[in-house]
């Protein structure tokens, strides 16, 4: 882990907040000259802290607006299965996140759909790609919190 002190906490709230912000504004904010912030976000990039910069898109705007949790048991627990089922989490646009879990449950599957015969298309897809003991998936229908932002 990199140690950071809470300026440069401060610089990441902000730029979890508007990334598009520039470094006057993100300056004038944490109290600090624009070299300096640009020197901490330096940093900050170099040392993986700050992975990507991204723009958040409308999903219902998008057509996309059911997002489905998909429970997955598998009866196969090998390297090689899990590389199948890694790159095929990989390859579908769908997949916004895949989770190996503790307990019951193998695996959490976080998607983006528009509809529920887009899911449908979806679950074809993944069952002719692996072979999964079972599969059960829970449409949201309150989407109640929604964040990228970390608690800095």
């Known amino acids: 882990m990199v140690e950071i002190d809470q300026i440069d906490r ?3 709230r902000e730029l979890q907040r508007d990334t598009t ?3 006057d504004e993100v300056a004038d904010l944490v ?15 170099q040392a993986g802290i700050i992975r990507d910069r991204v723009a958040l898109l409308d999903p219902d705007k998008l057509g996309l607006g059911l997002t489905v949790f998909v429970q997955v048991r598998t009866s196969s627990h090998d390297p090689d299965w899990l590389a ?3 790159r095929a989490m990989r390859d579908t646009p769908e997949v ?6 503790t307990g019951d449950l193998d695996y959490l599957i976080r ?3 528009g509809s529920v015969q887009d ?3 979806f679950y074809q897809r993944l069952i002719a790609r692996l072979p999964l003991s079972d599969v059960s998936a829970s449409f949201v229908m309150e989407e109640i919190k929604e964040t990228t932002q970390l608690p800095v």
Request: proline share 0%; net charge positive; aromatic share 14%.
């Open 10 to 12: 401060r610089i990441l």
């Open 21 to 23: 912000r520039s470094l």
């Open 31 to 45: 109290g600090l000259s624009r070299n300096a912030v640009w020197r901490r976000v330096r940093f900050l990039e």
């Open 84 to 86: 199948k089922f890694a």
């Open 96 to 101: 916004l996140g895949a989770y190996r879990m």
């Open 111 to 113: 998607a983006r759909v």
């Open 119 to 121: 899911y449908d298309r």
